[in-house]
């Protein structure tokens, strides 16, 4: 006797890319190969958000490779990881919504786990790093950004700077974010728990980076993150 187990219903997977040419096959592969078995209508979205390198091309290819399921929305310019993740949100159809980064730090083969606990109620599933795998300064800086974070915004969430996140699309679609850089994380989560909505966390790995360089933690990005940190902390904590 064939025993039949039940698939996730609906799914929309997206990476926001930006020069990760060399990840992106390797890690579209991944979730094809995933989702094919755990979800039964699902579409994956590569946010191509003004790259320079062949990532163009290379979605090009993986578009023949895989079909109309896969979709790319290319920004003729950079509008930064808040702008990327904001297209990719607003070309989501699925019931969910999941993203992690084109850079392969995060591996597809553990979607399955949130979607394991997307129970009713539930509006965000999100990873929390298990251990963090990158050099000694961005750890540093990172932890240090997601405590100052977690205080400053009032934020329950362990892991404000793990992103890989399963989020469902009605409780988004009324959350109108507007950041632009990499702050629209802590937007993102903050208005997710004012939602009311019901929030779980699971443990995920976290690699290291073989390709490219991190965009967030260049000295001009840090002062532009800053900036729109303190006047999303005015306007969602002293305002609200």
């Known amino acids: 006797m064939t025993v039949s187990i039940a698939k996730f219903p609906s799914l929309s997977a997206f990476f926001p890319a930006y020069n990760d040419a060399p990840s992106l096959p390797g890690l579209i ?7 094919r078995e755990h979800v039964a209508d699902f579409e994956v979205i590569v946010v191509n958000d003004g790259s320079h390198d062949r990532t163009g091309e290379v979605l090009a290819e993986l578009q023949r490779e895989h079909g109309p399921q896969l979709r790319v929305v290319t920004h003729a310019q950079n509008r930064g990881y808040g702008g990327a993740l904001r297209s990719g949100f607003a070309a989501a159809t699925r019931e969910w919504v999941f993203y992690t980064d084109g850079d392969g730090q995060y591996d597809p083969c553990e979607i399955p786990a949130l979607l394991a606990l997307a129970r009713p109620g539930i509006g965000l599933v999100n990873g929390y790093k298990l251990e963090r795998r990158d050099p000694a300064h961005r750890i540093w800086i990172g932890s240090t950004y ?23 699309r009605e409780v988004l ?31 995920v790995h976290h690699y290291p980076r073989l390709h490219g360089h991190s965009q967030f933690f260049r000295l001009r990005s840090l002062a532009a993150t800053f900036m729109q940190l303190l006047r999303l902390w005015v306007r969602l904590v002293i305002l609200r």
Request: charged share 30%; with cysteine; proline share 0%.
């Open 173 to 203: 679609e009324k959350l109108h974010l507007g950041c632009t850089s990499g702050t629209i994380c802590v937007e993102l989560v903050r208005k997710l728990e004012l939602s009311g909505c019901g929030v779980a966390e699971t443990g």
């Open 146 to 168: 997601n405590f100052c974070a977690r205080l400053l915004f009032r934020i329950r969430l362990r892991d404000i700077d793990c992103d890989y996140r399963l989020i469902r």
């Open 29 to 35: 592969g991944k979730t094809f190969a995933v989702l």
